[in-house]
């Protein structure tokens, strides 16, 4: 309408009767507002959607948890990887390389604190916790068996994921515990079949894009000093 008005078209009149609102469908929409509002619903969560989130949520965790970790190791590489140049220099009787260390040494702060030990030892293992969990609760989503069985467990206990309070991974048990508001019993999920050996970890870490294409593949890339630099690379 408003476009022809604006071009000599004129609407006929009623064109808009049928948009009308009359006040017997204003009551009864109010009503019906009324009566969601104190209406009671429940909710049916099953362990998929509920896994499937937990899973979202510990991944979140694992970044963090590992972007804490790369901070906590800064002093840590530094240290190692000046005793490694120092060391090779010293066993080469290289006196250029040893003075380039000895004047780095001399002006930059190489040495390891308690403090920043106990801050890269407790960033590390948070790093393997929320890991852990978050392949266990991985597991589990993407596992049609686990799921139908922390399914039938809630079911067991006439409970809905809607009521779960908390959710863990017991790493000595090889489980994954689900708890339930106003229930004792838990359910758990036996992922001991999803455990990989440390030799597993180490062999993927190493094949890894990020390792193989990251700085970590170039250890002379962690110093910003030219000189030092120059020693790790020649040696």
């Known amino acids: 309408m408003a476009y022809y008005a604006g071009v000599g078209g004129i609407a006929p009149t009623g064109t808009v009767d049928n948009g009308i609102i009359s006040h017997g469908q204003a009551n009864a929409y109010n009503a019906a507002v009324t009566a969601v509002q104190n209406a009671t619903y429940t909710v049916d969560v099953g362990a998929q959607e509920y896994f499937d989130n937990a899973a979202d949520q510990a991944m979140s965790n694992v970044n963090n948890a590992v972007d804490a970790y790369v901070d906590a190791a800064q002093a840590v590489i530094e240290v190692v990887r000046v005793n490694e140049i120092a060391a090779d220099a010293q066993a080469a009787g290289d006196s250029e390389a040893l003075t380039a260390v000895q004047e780095y040494i001399?002006?930059?702060?190489?040495?390891?604190?308690?403090?920043?030990?106990?801050?890269?030892?407790?960033?590390?293992?948070?790093?393997?916790?929320?890991?852990?969990?978050?392949?266990?609760?991985?597991?589990?989503?993407?596992?049609?068996?686990?799921?139908?069985?922390?399914?039938?467990?809630?079911?067991?206990?006439?409970?809905?994921?809607?009521?779960?309070?908390?959710?863990?991974?017991?790493?000595?048990?090889?489980?994954?515990?689900?708890?339930?508001?106003?229930?004792?019993?838990?359910?758990?999920?036996?992922?001991?079949?999803?455990?990989?050996?440390?030799?597993?970890?180490?062999?993927?870490?190493?094949?890894?894009?990020?390792?193989?294409?990251?700085?970590?593949?170039?250890?002379?890339?962690?110093?910003?000093?030219?000189?030092?630099?120059?020693?790790?690379?020649?040696?």
């Not at 890269?120 to 597991?139: G, K, P, R, S």
């Not at 467990?153 to 090889?174: H, I, P, R, V």
């Open 106 to 235: 001399a002006t930059n702060d190489v040495t390891l604190e308690q403090s920043d030990v106990d801050i890269y030892n407790d960033a590390l293992i948070t790093v393997e916790e929320n890991t852990q969990t978050a392949a266990a609760f991985m597991a589990v989503a993407g596992d049609e068996t686990l799921i139908d069985s922390a399914n039938q467990q809630a079911d067991s206990m006439d409970s809905t994921y809607e009521d779960a309070t908390e959710a863990y991974f017991d790493a000595a048990a090889g489980e994954v515990v689900v708890k339930f508001a106003g229930v004792e019993t838990q359910v758990a999920v036996l992922v001991t079949s999803y455990f990989k050996t440390t030799a597993d970890i180490l062999t993927q870490g190493e094949n890894s894009n990020f390792y193989k294409t990251g700085p970590t593949y170039n250890p002379c890339a962690f110093f910003q000093d030219p000189s030092i630099v120059d020693a790790c690379v020649g040696g």
